[in-house]
């Protein structure tokens, strides 16, 4: 025994499964494992012309469809993640991708990247609906933490970070060199305690019934959520 502080017993732990190839399906899009030879040159044309897309990922941009599917096949290979494409229920088109990485299942941690949302997608049900997808199967499976990172000067990315409920934990000054740039990451997370809150945040606001005829929101997201973040962004 020790008189000193050490943290509590995490009651009945045991680490959760690591993610495979899974298709993820909800009520605007459907994620499926990214695969070259179906998703490569569709995902391209739909990516095709927005290069900014690209401005804080580790590739890109990508000036021909063979250079998207050399992409495609090394990051598929890659074990310590797993890539989805998105496809869009009501576009019936492919429209984006996400990834699961960072994978601790002995900590409980993993991690959405590799966002990337074209133009089609962006600021739409389809993309919130995307990151709640694997957010919820993540906590389903048994972890206990689920985080966002992003370039420290990715302002859309923090607030969408913060819309989405997730809670700001700080900067990491210079952690990686990304293209030959510097790069701060900003840190963001939930937690299993926060998520039954944040799930029904995410029903009420995914619900058809919060959208008017012209597809315009009663309530927003980040209103809903912002009951449960522990946090929030001072940049914002």
């Known amino acids: 025994m020790t008189d000193r502080p050490i943290g509590p017993i995490v009651p009945n732990w045991s680490p ?33 012309g927005q290069d900014a897309a690209y401005d804080y990922l580790p590739a890109g941009p990508f ?16 074990a310590g993640s797993l890539f989805f494409a998105v496809f869009d229920l009501q576009k019936q088109a492919y429209l984006g991708v996400l990834s699961y990485l960072r994978i601790a299942p002995a900590a409980g941690s993993i991690e959405v990247g590799n966002i990337n949302f074209s ?8 993309s919130t609906e995307a990151i709640y997808l694997v957010m919820k199967w ?5 972890y206990r933490r689920f985080e966002w990172k992003c370039n420290a000067l ?39 305690a926060e998520w039954p809150a944040l799930k029904e945040a995410y029903r009420v606001w995914l619900d058809p019934a919060n959208f008017d005829a012209n597809g315009q929101q009663r309530e927003r997201l980040g209103d809903l959520t ?3 973040r522990a946090a929030s962004d001072p940049s914002l």
């Open 154 to 192: 990715n302002a859309p990315s923090r607030r969408a970070a913060q819309r989405l409920g997730f809670s700001y934990e700080g900067i990491f000054r210079q952690a990686l060199v990304v293209k030959g740039r510097n790069r701060d990451t900003a840190w963001f997370a939930m937690i299993d």
């Open 119 to 126: 133009n089609g997608m962006q600021r739409s049900r389809t």
């Open 63 to 78: 000036h021909s469809a063979a250079q998207y599917h050399r992409w495609v096949k090394e990051v598929t290979s890659d």
């Open 138 to 142: 993540a906590f389903e499976a048994g």
């Open 226 to 228: 912002g009951l449960v």
């Open 16 to 48: 959760p499964a690591a993610p495979s190839p899974m298709t993820l399906e909800g009520l605007y899009c459907r994620l499926e494992p990214l695969e070259a030879e179906k998703h490569a040159a569709l995902l391209f044309n739909a990516f095709e």
